[in-house]
């Protein structure tokens, strides 16, 4: 148990890493991988015969780009994959601490909008950039549980499809 107050690996007070701002793959058909986050519930931001880009109303995104496009970074793996994962961070500050902690040992760029990039252990492309992410707020929904009936004479709420508001995980491989 760790004392309060503590930092733990992965603490943002200490990496100032706040969540995915952006994930790109690399697929092999752009017209079904496409429909795929469409029917996910993503915004489409933008499509083309080359690739479309999805977005969540905290403003993170999906960028889904023909497999042979040669803006795309190396792929860890033959088909269709993860190309790149964006990572955002609290602060300017913690953005040049990031990068001077990632060039102890490995060759890192930046991009003229200040992202940084690297390849990580596994051979992943992973960059990092200061947060644009903006709050979305929620009005949360009443539930009854197992011996706790809050909601009473009042229809639970539907929806007709998903709506991502958030971006919280990556599963890789």
């Known amino acids: ?22 994930v790109t793959y ?4 752009v ?6 986050f469409e ?3 993503l915004e489409a931001l933008e499509r083309g015969a080359s ?15 023909a497999i042979e496009d040669s803006s795309l970074a190396p792929a860890v793996e033959p088909g269709p994959s993860i190309r790149e994962i964006v990572w955002g961070v609290d602060t300017q500050r913690s953005l040049d601490a990031l990068a ?15 992202t940084v990039r690297t390849v990580d252990p596994s051979g992943f492309t992973i960059a990092f950039r200061v947060t644009q992410r903006v709050a979305v707020r929620l009005e949360p929904q009443t539930l009854n549980t197992i011996g706790e009936a809050v909601r009473r ?12 508001q958030h971006i919280g995980h990556i599963v890789l491989y």
Do not use: W
């Open 100 to 114: 001077a902690n990632l060039e102890a040992d490995r060759p890192v760029s930046r991009d003229s909008d200040g």
């Open 153 to 164: 004479n009042e229809r639970f709420q539907l929806y007709e499809r998903a709506a991502p």
């Open 39 to 41: 029917d996910f519930g």
């Open 51 to 65: 690739g479309a880009t999805f977005g969540t109303p905290e403003q993170t995104t999906v960028l889904v780009r």
């Open 1 to 22: 148990m760790s004392k309060p107050g503590a930092t733990q690996p992965g603490d943002r007070t200490v990496t100032g890493i706040v969540g995915i701002e952006s």
């Open 31 to 36: 017209a079904r991988s496409t429909r795929f």
């Open 26 to 29: 690399g697929v092999e058909d």
